[in-house]
């Protein structure tokens, strides 16, 4: 014979499968069993929850590497004495620390551990016939007696239509609301689902981004990325095929310079970029799995640069990385192919230009007066070394400056002579875009559980469990007895009780 | 191009709304005081009843004193002004929404304004339904009138179009939620505060021992076990609204930033609000925690709701900086 886990209370009056407070039983498995009902008790869960809640809040007002690695690094430079032992404490990380995972998984462990015998009760008393009649129902909150016969057992049958109603002889028994568990259950539960849709993304899901100028594409390989986020799991076969050109991208900004729009024509396909569409910000394009996405745009100055022997070995658009919200860019332009020696360049591209006190700056976004503003340099590049070396950055070592390192400033069309003979020529503006390529294999996972928890919320706040009972005492004369539960909201519950009375003594 | 005499006219009638609001406020406090003034009057006429059948000296009250201010016209009137004052207020977010073309919750100053005008909605729900005294709403239109207030000086910003990221249908969805959502907590985090007054209110005169500003004002309150209801049926509304508003949010942030959830300082501070009125709700049913330590969370939430949205906004970077 088996000893039931609970002590039995009576069962007609727990409108609830909430487990009961653990009890210290002996035996070997005793303590096991102890821990473990301490673990998925409520008490636990509720501390775990406020935990949880607090373990986040360094996240909220602390920079974190996975968002912005630049703002942890300038935060490490300026609090030379806090900042390390924070990072130790992984509290530029806290979402992948240690003690955040510990605390979301003892958490679900506490769910899952609350929830499955949960479910067991739950789906036994969507089954069972409402619970017998308590032997004295005016201890329930709801009571009422009267003088009657056993007609009023008809009448509460038609009266409580929607409930199940159980009539056992003289004895009535009804409930109603069994949504209200099963939504709630359905909401733990699509939490636990949620985690799984987040973990599968995790490791499997990508992210790539890549800049692209008007004109260029990128097919969706590995190889084509400038910058890639894989997941731990991730395999690059997974990575659904296709190519993207960008043919055309346009901002348009209002007069004081802030952004109004963002669109990018490109043309794409699964192997040939044939199909037109438009990609901008809330507009991504989806291809299979893959979602690209618009991030970031700029200029590149499209320029020609000839050596002394007077052949061509720069044409191309230069992409120069925005500094400002007025697209103060900075440029850097490497010819490795110039003979007898290497050329370098660097300076600022400004889309509107001012001029203040010799200095060069932007006073608008948009495309008005653009100038290129350049120093030069001659002499090794240093890309030999085989150290990988950034694109926009120049390193001047071994070089020596035209002109004393003095700039030029060039407007389109306009070709810079270079002492010694050679020259660089500014000769369009293009513009440029990043896309970022994501694909996360969870996130269907993640929707169709962010469902359950809204619909499983909804009817687990606003259904309302009860049950009611009738009993007709024989006798000399009979007696009705009326007694009703309900552990949400009583009030709303008197007035229904007192006008299904009024029903029953009609 | 943004409608300059329309956007005016809004601020000027969102200006209207919080003078009709705070006479609102005045109108409640005055039912109140007028309503202790009687009981004392009250009971001082009964004490020199007493004093008259033991044959002491007799002094009677002439009765028009007493009635001088009528507390029940007070408390209707100011609860006419509180409508009036809504009405205003909604003709002020609508004249917003036409100057600028487009839902009038694009920046902090319609965010905050659109906020105290849910707040207000669901106290006068709250009212119409019975669930709580109209004296309440003293207590609850001096927070409406200071956050208006606040909003109108501090965050104010001339009609205008949205930056382009914000440029998509699901400002409507998401932020709407969001709104309603907002305002319905801080309404609740008031009314938990007004609990915790209430509930030391009622312990110490239980005990007999003095109390002093602010937990003497629990005199004035609803009882304790109405004001915790009250509490708890607002976050139950709000609640499903908050986890709605964050899923729409994540939804959004996978159309336009490439990822559903990416612990922005704002998604940071939205999961920790909704942690802890998932612990609110959680903590209501749990012996040992009912009552007095639930309505703190409550109030906690309601700060975390608070920093979620303006010390995010204004003091740490982060994709959900526009205003």
Not at chain 2, 157 to 172: D, Q, R
């Amino acid at each position: 014979m088996t000893v039931p886990d609970v002590v039995q209370v009576d069962e007609a009056t727990r409108l609830t499968t909430q487990p009961l407070a653990p009890q210290l039983r002996s035996g070997v498995l005793g303590p096991l069993r102890f821990g473990w009902r301490r673990l998925t008790s409520m008490r636990t869960a509720l501390l775990l929850l406020f935990l949880l809640a607090l373990a986040s809040v360094p996240g909220g007002f602390l920079p974190q590497r996975r968002i912005n690695p630049l703002r942890v690094q300038s935060y490490l430079e300026k609090h030379t004495t806090v900042g390390p032992l924070l990072d130790r404490l992984q509290m530029f990380d806290v979402f992948s620390s240690a003690w955040f995972s510990a605390i979301y998984l003892l958490l679900f462990i506490s769910l899952v551990g609350c929830l499955l015998p949960r479910t067991r009760l739950h789906l036994r008393a969507l089954r069972a016939a409402p619970p017998a009649v308590p032997k004295v129902l005016t201890r329930l909150p709801a009571s009422d007696t009267w003088e009657g016969d056993a007609d009023v057992l008809a009448r509460a049958e038609k009266a409580l239509r929607g409930w199940r109603v159980v009539r056992r002889g003289d004895e009535l028994s009804a409930e109603r609301g069994y949504l209200r568990e099963t939504g709630n259950l359905v909401f733990h539960l699509s939490l636990v689902l949620l985690l799984v849709g987040i973990a599968v993304g995790a490791f499997r899901g990508f992210k790539g981004t890549v800049l692209v100028v008007e004109g260029t594409g990128f097919s969706n390989t590995v190889a084509s990325y400038d910058d890639i986020n894989p997941g731990r799991r991730f395999h690059p076969s997974s990575l659904v095929p296709f190519t993207l050109q960008l043919q055309d991208f346009r901002a348009t900004y209002a007069p004081d310079g802030k952004a109004l729009t963002f669109d990018a024509q490109v043309t794409w396909g699964r192997t040939q970029a044939t199909t037109p569409y438009d990609v901008r910000v809330n507009h991504p394009l989806a291809v299979g799995g893959a979602k690209t996405y618009l991030i970031g745009h700029g200029y590149a100055p499209f320029v020609r640069v000839r050596d002394r022997t007077g052949a061509v070995v720069l044409d191309q658009p230069v992409a120069c990385l925005p500094q400002t919200p007025q697209f103060l860019s900075t440029c850097v332009i490497k010819v490795p192919d110039a003979a007898p020696q290497q050329l370098g360049f660097r300076g600022a591209f400004t889309p509107t230009t001012i001029t203040q006190d010799g200095r060069v700056g932007s006073s608008f976004p948009g495309l008005v007066r653009p100038v290129l503003t350049l120093v030069g340099w001659a002499g090794d590049l240093g890309l030999d070394g085989g150290v990988p070396q950034s694109v926009y950055s120049l390193d001047t070592t071994a070089l020596k400056p035209f002109d004393k390192g003095q700039a030029h400033a060039l407007s389109e069309g306009q070709t810079w002579q270079l002492p010694g003979g050679g020259s660089l020529t500014y000769v369009g503006t293009r513009e440029w875009a990043t896309f970022q390529v994501t694909q996360d294999p969870g996130k269907r996972l993640a929707l169709l559980a962010a469902v359950g928890i809204v619909g499983g919320l909804m009817l687990s706040l606003f259904v309302r469990r009860r049950r009611v009972w009738v009993r007709v005492r024989p006798g000399a004369p009979s007696t009705v007895e009326v007694g009703g539960l309900s552990r949400t909201d009583p009030e709303r519950f008197q007035a229904e009780f007192a006008e299904l009375v009024r029903r029953l003594r009609e | 191009m943004p409608d300059k005499g329309l956007g005016q006219l809004g601020d000027g009638l969102l200006f209207t709304a919080v003078v009709v609001y705070a006479l609102a406020m005045l109108g409640f406090a005055g039912e109140q005081a007028s309503r202790k003034a009687r009981q004392s009057v009250t009971a001082v006429r009964d004490s020199t009843q007493v004093l008259v059948g033991s044959g002491g000296p007799s002094v009677t009250l002439p009765a028009e004193t007493v009635t001088s201010l009528n507390p029940s016209r007070a408390g209707r009137f100011a609860l006419a002004l509180t409508g009036l004052g809504w009405l205003v207020h909604l003709s002020s977010i609508t004249a917003r929404g036409f100057a600028a073309h487009r839902v009038p919750w694009g920046n902090m100053y319609e965010f905050s304004s659109c906020v105290a005008f849910v707040a207000v909605t669901a106290f006068l729900v709250l009212v119409a339904r019975g669930y709580v005294e109209r004296s309440l709403g003293a207590f609850v239109m001096l927070p409406v009138v200071l956050y208006l207030g606040l909003a109108a000086t501090k965050l104010y910003t001339a009609a205008g179009p949205l930056v382009p990221a914000l440029n998509s249908y699901w400002i409507k969805i998401h932020v709407a939620a969001a709104v309603t959502a907002s305002g319905a907590f801080l309404l609740s985090g008031v009314v938990a505060l007004l609990y915790l007054l209430r509930s030391r209110y009622d312990e110490l005169t239980a005990a007999e021992r003095p109390t002093r500003f602010p937990v003497s004002l629990g005199a004035q309150l609803p009882a304790a076990p109405v004001l915790d209801r009250v509490s708890y049926v607002v976050i139950a509304f709000a609640f499903p609204v908050w986890t709605f508003a964050i899923i729409a949010g994540a939804i959004w942030a996978e159309a336009a930033w490439g990822r559903y959830w990416g612990w922005d300082p704002k998604e940071t501070w939205s999961f920790i609000t909704w942690v802890l009125y998932a612990g609110y709700l959680h903590a209501r049913a749990t012996a040992g925690w009912k009552g007095r330590k639930a309505a703190w969370v409550a109030v906690a939430a309601a700060c975390a709701l608070i920093v979620d949205y303006y010390v995010v906004n204004i003091f740490v970077v982060g994709l959900h900086s526009y205003a």
